[in-house]
């Protein structure tokens, strides 16, 4: 957390062995890939083309570096609602599963049916390399008409097999989270902008720097 007042972000650490069906259990999960257009379209965000005046912001930008830089502002994107349709570019994100659970509960009202691919990371910190790669289990999601159908869950030691129904798919949202959890908090999507087909070796330490 970055708020010294109320550093909420500690509460993940102090119920990272909770249940999923805690407010605060279920670790930091990083999305990889989904037909779901609200999970495409709220984060991560990317709003660079948002940048005013366009032509200034643009060529800064591509003067710092090449790639140049993106430019990444969930918070304003959420309460703003700049972004409309999903881009057609997707960047993989992480967030806390209290976000997720949020997300899916949105994305099931708003979209009715796809289909979600993520997953879950071994322990509730790291670096950038971390946040990337690192893989506890990969979990794939079928929602038909607002209801999770199927769900199946993979890892270096097992072969696919379904989730168990106290699992973080099934977890109802309105159930688990407290009203007023549901009205003050809001995590952020951290975006990962590395390409793992190309960039495996060489992804910065740091993370990459949004707008709150």
């Not at 109320?6 to 279920?26: E, R």
């Not at 997300?103 to 910190?125: H, M, Q, W």
């Not at 950038?128 to 893989?135: D, G, I, K, P």
């Not at 007023?180 to 992804?203: F, G, K, M, N, W």
């Amino acid at each position: 957390s970055n708020h010294y007042f109320l550093p909420t972000g500690l509460l993940f650490h102090w119920f990272a062995d909770a249940k999923d069906s805690h407010p605060f259990g279920g670790g930091v999960i990083r999305i990889e890939n989904t037909t779901s257009a609200w999970f495409r379209t709220i984060y991560p965000a990317d709003l660079t083309y948002f940048l005013e005046p366009k032509g200034t912001f643009l060529h800064v930008m591509e003067s710092i570096g090449n790639p140049p830089p993106i430019y990444f502002n969930p918070g304003a994107n959420r309460n703003l609602r700049l972004l409309q349709d999903a881009p057609h570019h997707f960047y993989r994100y992480t967030v806390p599963a209290l976000e997720f659970k949020r997300l899916l509960n949105e994305a099931k009202k708003r979209d009715g049916n796809f289909v979600l691919t993520y997953s879950k990371l071994p322990g509730i910190r790291g670096d950038e390399v971390w946040r990337a790669t690192a893989t506890e289990t990969m979990v794939t999601i079928e929602v038909w008409n607002g209801n999770v159908q199927t769900c199946h869950h993979h890892n270096d030691r097992s072969s696919w097999r379904s989730c168990n129904r106290d699992e973080l798919p099934f977890v109802d949202y309105r159930e688990s989270v407290p009203w007023i959890l549901q009205r003050i908090s809001l995590y952020h999507a951290y975006p990962i902008t590395v390409d793992l087909s190309t960039e495996t070796d060489d992804i910065p330490p740091s993370i990459t720097c949004f707008g709150p």
